[in-house]
């Protein structure tokens, strides 16, 4: 039975993560927990690697207690902030949002170019499914200001035992942070943004830089994520129905092909959230990706890869990431 097939009945059962039926594959933790350990010496920047088997219990790890940027993942962690409010009836999906000029952000943001000066409609469904498929800044700035900000995601975190995670500003602030400047409302101009950003000395730069990296805040460790992952698999974190949606949402991803997903083969596939940050004087300070990928047997394994710090182009980093995906798919035995 197909791996949609088996996702619909376990839907209509109020089922939520698919069990790999008797005499499944199986991974091979050992084989890959090598064979993580062998990438991670060979790769020029710091990584942290964390994949679970819920049907084991086992987990293999590089680095994965140690700190890295989130950067876009964190609007993962967003989403499932705003569906436990909805789950307990303080909000609502249907709700209708009116986004204006004013409301943009900063990067990447697609939905920007439906907004006129007379504003554009939608509904925080429609935002929450922007903000993790497309990662759309606007998206995730407006939710994150109707849910309350970010110590209402932080407060959904630790109420979950997820203190390994931590939101704690939202994209214009921290992007604005990275390259030392304080957020104006004129940047959500592209042309005001780029001029401000180019305007600040290279020393700046470099400060800003390190001091990004070496900050705890706005922060995840690859174990607590992975851990996250396999809870919202088996509807430990929301509801059912909240459940089914935010997995339907990360199995329609449409941003970076080149990492997780780069590292699968025929018979696999990955419901995810990437997320990247800036180059600054020639380091890449951040390239994540986590998810749930599926073997063909409709096993689940929590994976989470996290990237600081990479001399070069950001290609390095995507390679990497796919790398960590194509050992598990090579360490898995039908």
């Known amino acids: 039975m197909p791996i949609s097939t088996l996702r619909a009945a376990c839907a209509a059962a109020l089922c939520l993560a698919v069990t790999a039926p008797a005499g499944a ?12 350990d062998r990438l991670a010496q060979d790769f ?9 088997d819920p049907a084991t219990g086992t987990v293999a790890e590089v680095k994965a207690r140690e700190r890295f940027p989130e950067q876009s993942v964190f609007k993962l962690t967003v989403a499932i902030a705003l569906l436990d409010l909805v789950d307990h009836g303080r909000m609502d999906l249907a709700q209708k949002v009116t986004l204006y000029p004013r409301d943009r952000s900063v990067y990447w943001q697609p939905l920007a170019k439906n907004i006129t000066p007379a504003g554009w409609t939608t509904t925080l469904d429609d935002l929450m499914a922007r903000m993790v498929a497309d990662s759309d800044n606007v998206a995730a700035d ?6 309350g900000g970010p110590a209402v995601v932080q407060a959904a975190l630790t109420a979950r035992g997820l203190d390994g995670i931590r939101v ?6 921290l992007q604005s942070d990275i390259l030392g400047l304080t ?6 101009e592209p042309a005001a943004f780029r001029a401000a950003a180019d305007a600040v000395p290279v020393a700046t730069r470099l400060a800003k830089r390190q001091a990004y990296l070496s900050d705890p805040r706005d922060t ?14 088996k509807g430990e974190l929301l509801s059912p129905a909240s459940t089914r949606r935010l997995l339907d949402i990360l199995d329609h991803t449409t941003t970076q092909p080149n990492r997780l997903k780069a590292g699968l083969v025929a018979g696999w596939t990955v419901a995810h959230k990437p997320g990247a940050g800036p180059s600054v004087e020639g380091v890449t300070l951040a390239n994540n990706d986590v998810g749930l990928m ?3 047997d409709g096993h689940r394994y929590a994976v989470a890869v996290y990237v600081a710090s990479v001399q070069g182009p950001r290609e390095r980093a ?3 990431i796919a790398s960590v995906a194509r050992a598990v798919v090579e360490s898995w035995k039908p």
């Open 25 to 36: 594959g199986t991974l091979d933790m050992p084989a890959l927990q090598a064979r993580l």
């Open 44 to 52: 020029p920047g710091r990584g942290g690697i964390a994949v679970r």
């Open 142 to 147: 407006t939710v994150l200001r109707l849910i």
């Open 168 to 173: 704690d500003r939202d994209e214009r602030h």
């Open 183 to 188: 957020w104006k409302d004129a940047y959500v």
């Open 220 to 233: 995840a460790q690859p174990a607590t994520m992975a851990l996250l992952l396999e809870r919202l698999d």
């Open 294 to 296: 599926t073997a063909p």
């Open 318 to 320: 995507d390679a990497f």
